[in-house]
């Protein structure tokens, strides 16, 4: 019941997310409206993190399993990507690399900065 509970607020703020997308006429996608909804409320306190602590750590574990049907969804697609293939791959590299530099470049300052404090 616990996980249900746990499980229902999760999918409320990701329903909020999908109405504030349909309402504000802005090009961002509805799960980042939800996400942006569940930081909020969970730094305001509305949501406590016991609250919805277990279900979105199980959520977070089989996450891989659900790059399944898109790598599948790729497959299906290769006559599509086999031309684009190097430049998707290249993209791919340099973007990883680029979000793992500047993520420890962040992490870095603030560990220091709250050294400093």
Do not use: D
Request: hydrophobic fraction near 55%; proline fraction near 6%.
């Amino acid at each position: 019941m616990k996980y249900l509970r746990q499980f229902a607020l999760i999918l409320t703020m990701t329903f909020l997310g999908e109405l504030l997308h349909l309402i504000i006429p802005l090009p961002i996608p509805a799960s980042i409206y939800g996400l942006v909804l569940m930081l909020v409320s969970l730094i305001t306190g509305v949501v406590k993190l016991e609250q919805v602590k277990e279900a979105s750590t199980f959520l977070i574990e089989i996450m891989p399993m659900m790059f399944i049907p898109a790598a599948a969804g790729l497959l299906n697609s290769w006559s599509s990507l086999k031309p684009i293939l190097v430049p998707v791959c290249v993209i791919t590299v340099v973007s990883t690399v680029a979000v793992m530099g500047i993520s420890g470049r962040v992490t870095q300052f603030m560990i220091r900065r709250e050294k400093r404090e």
